[in-house]
C-alpha cells in the first residue's frame, strides 16, 4: 500500500497538485493540515475518497478534527495529527505517547515545517516536512510510506 503524506502548504495549491499527479497511483493521501482551503479544492478537483486530512493552527474549519487514528485495511494504525498541541517544535514525545497509548504503529505530524523520521520500536515516526514553505534549508517536500507484509519502507521527496 503507498500512502503519500504532506503537510503545511499554506497557500500552495501548486504544490498539493504536484504531489497528487506524480503519485498518481498512490493508494492514500494524508494532509496533515495547514492549508485546508487548498485540500479542499484537490479534493473536489479528485473526488476521490482516498485523500483524508487534520487541521492545522492556521485552518479555521471546526468540522475537521485536529488529530485522530485512522486504520489501515490491514488493521495498523496510524496516529495523525497537525502537532502545535503536541509540542512538536521541542519534543516528539507527546505525540509518540499519544500514539503508543492508541496502540499505533505510525505517528504523523507536521507543523514544523522540518522533515523527521525515526524508527522507535514499532512504531515509525514521520514529519514529511512542508511542501510549502519549509524551514529546514532543504526544498519543499511530501513523504511516502510503502506498507507490505515484508514490512514499511519510506522517503522524503523534493517537490
Not at 471546526?62 to 512538536?88: Q, R
Not at 521541542?90 to 515545517?113: D, I, M, P
Amino acid at each position: 500500500m503507498r500512502i503519500v503524506v504532506f503537510s503545511d502548504t499554506h497557500g500552495n495549491y501548486a504544490a498539493m497538485h504536484k504531489i497528487i499527479k506524480r503519485n498518481g497511483d498512490a493508494d492514500l493521501f494524508i494532509f496533515l493540515g495547514d492549508g485546508l482551503s487548498e485540500f479542499r479544492k484537490l479534493k473536489a478537483h479528485y473526488l476521490d475518497d482516498n485523500m483524508i486530512c487534520v487541521k492545522g493552527n492556521c485552518d479555521y474549519d471546526n468540522d475537521i478534527p485536529e488529530s485522530m487514528v485512522y486504520v489501515l485495511p490491514d488493521g495498523k494504525k496510524m496516529f495523525l495529527a497537525h502537532g502545535d498541541k503536541w509540542g512538536v517544535n521541542f519534543s516528539v514525545e507527546r505525540v509518540y505517547e499519544k500514539a503508543k497509548q492508541e496502540e499505533c504503529q505510525f505517528a504523523l505530524f507536521g507543523h514544523t515545517h522540518k522533515r523527521f523520521f525515526e524508527q522507535r520500536g514499532n512504531m515509525m515516526i514521520l514529519n514529511p516536512g512542508s511542501a510549502g514553505q519549509p524551514r529546514d534549508g532543504k526544498p519543499a517536500c511530501y513523504a511516502w510510506l510503502d506498507v507490505t507484509p515484508m514490512g514499511v519502507i519510506h522517503n522524503h521527496v523534493n517537490l
